[in-house]
C-alpha cells in the first residue's frame, strides 16, 4: 500500500493526496457558483504549483497563470455547477508525488452529465499537496 499522507506543518493532523484532491474539486464547484469571493483567487491558486501545467478537453495547454486567467474570468459563469467524481484510482509513483486517475463529470442543475477522463499529478512541497500537471480528454 501506499501511503499518501504527510504531517502538515504543525503536526497536529494529517492531509493526504486525496484530501487535496476532493478539497479543491469543492472549492472549484463553489468558484464557478460564485459561493466562493472573488477575492479568494490567491488561496485558490495556492492549490497548484508554480510549474503547474494542463491540457484541457480542448487540448490546449494551459500554465499556471493561463489557469489563474480562466478563473478569473469564470468566476460565478456556472450557478447550479455540479461535479461529480468517479473511479478514483491512485497509481504508485515515487515520493514526494501522487498520481489520480479519475472520471469527472459536470452538469447544471438538473441537466445532464458531461464526463472526462482525468489524469492529474499531485506534488508534495512547502508542507502540503498541490497540483503539479492535469490531463483531461473527453470520455466516450
Known amino acids: 500500500a501506499i501511503d499518501l499522507s504527510f504531517p502538515t506543518r504543525d503536526n497536529a493532523m494529517t492531509m493526504t493526496a ?32 508554480t ?7 480542448a487540448g490546449q495547454r494551459l500554465d499556471r497563470e493561463a489557469l489563474a486567467g480562466m478563473f478569473a ?24 508525488l501522487a498520481m489520480l486517475r479519475y472520471r469527472e463529470g459536470q452538469g447544471v442543475a438538473e441537466g445532464g452529465m458531461a464526463w472526462r477522463e482525468a489524469l492529474a499529478v499531485l506534488r508534495q512541497e512547502d508542507g502540503r499537496w498541490r497540483w503539479l500537471a492535469l490531463h483531461e480528454v473527453t470520455a466516450a
Open 73 to 96: 474570468g469564470g468566476h460565478g459563469a456556472r450557478p447550479g455547477l455540479r461535479i461529480e467524481i468517479d473511479a478514483l484510482q491512485f497509481i504508485a509513483v515515487p515520493a514526494p
Open 51 to 57: 510549474d503547474f501545467s494542463m491540457v484541457g478537453i
Open 18 to 49: 486525496e484530501n487535496e484532491f476532493h478539497d479543491l474539486i469543492a472549492k472549484l464547484q463553489a468558484w464557478f457558483r460564485a459561493e466562493a469571493a472573488a477575492s479568494t483567487l490567491d488561496a485558490l491558486m495556492d492549490h497548484f504549483c
